[in-house]
């Protein structure tokens, strides 16, 4: 069975998991999804973990927090490592943050990053968690490949947004910021797109590869279709069909998954 590791150190790991089977709370859907695609989420929390699992959910949090924990874990190396193989990787705000090669907004001192994709990412480019907010994203790739509306409901917290990406990254969500609104927090930097003198785009989610990225939580809503484009990430990687053993913390189906932010239907 393939075997999707969810770096679970802090921040929204159990609602990745959940959002295995459909972001739903009934065990018996996430039963079903096992069963359907071979799919099973299980907690990373030690380098060692990453060895048992073909692909990794980085999520959302705080990254700085995050980076400290995973490097009190000697995490980094593996997760680099992980990277450079060319296992599927996504990561969901904190998580884009991990994997951006470049960053700004940092706290003092900065933090460390996994890397590997070619972009700079501003870690609150969005502001606090007062200016957290709902819109919907208009998603052609997405749509195309998985079906559904040309539009995804994109929850935004204290989110991070990618200012400028390398030519090997495919934009897969851009969203409009007003253009005082881009000058104010990126004094010297151009953006992405210009469609007006007004407004500027930012962008929003992303591929590179094996890699993944979001600055919004997809497992906050009840679409399933980011997770089931990641796992088919995950499944077209030779390797992903490894039918070896979980070690660590493993999602136990007979217990409630713990939610402890909103989960929007
Ligand atoms: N929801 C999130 O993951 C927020 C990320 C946050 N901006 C950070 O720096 O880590």
């Known amino acids: 069975m393939a075997l999707v590791g969810v770096l679970a150190l802090q921040g929204s790991y159990n609602e990745h998991i959940a959002g295995m089977p459909f972001s739903s709370l009934s065990d018996h859907i996430y039963v079903f999804w096992v069963l359907l695609l071979g799919v099973k989420g299980v907690e990373i929390k030690k380098p060692e973990q990453l060895e048992n699992v073909a692909s990794l959910i980085i999520p959302g949090g705080e990254s700085t927090t995050m980076a400290k924990l995973a490097e009190y ?13 060319g296992k599927p990787v996504w990561g969901t705000c904190a998580g884009l943050i991990f994997l951006a090669d470049r960053a700004t907004g940092q706290k003092i001192g900065g933090q460390e990053l996994v890397g590997g994709l070619d972009c700079m990412v501003h870690r609150n480019f969005f502001g606090s968690q007062l200016q957290s907010f709902e819109t919907e994203l208009s998603v052609p790739e997405l749509a195309s490949k998985e079906g559904g509306p040309e539009v995804f409901r994109g929850v935004f917290i204290r989110a991070p947004a990618i200012l400028e990406v ?3 990254v495919e934009v897969l969500a851009d969203y409009p910021v007003p253009a005082n609104k881009w000058k104010d927090s990126n004094p010297g930097v151009e953006g992405h797109e210009e469609n007006s003198g007004s407004e500027k785009k930012v962008i929003v989610a992303v591929r590179q590869g094996n890699l993944l990225a979001t600055a919004f939580h997809p497992e906050l809503t009840a679409d399933t279709r980011w997770h089931s484009y990641f796992l088919k990430m995950a499944t077209e990687t030779e390797g992903a069909s490894s039918s070896v053993v979980a070690v660590g913390a493993d999602l136990d189906l ?7 932010l909103p989960v929007f239907l």
Do not use: C, S, W, Y
Not at 73 to 85: D, G, S, T
Not at 254 to 260: A, E, G, L, R
């Open 254 to 260: 007979n217990q409630p998954t713990k939610i402890d």
């Open 166 to 168: 390398g030519p090997q």
């Open 73 to 85: 874990h000697n995490l980094f190396p593996a997760l680099r490592e992980f990277v450079k193989m």
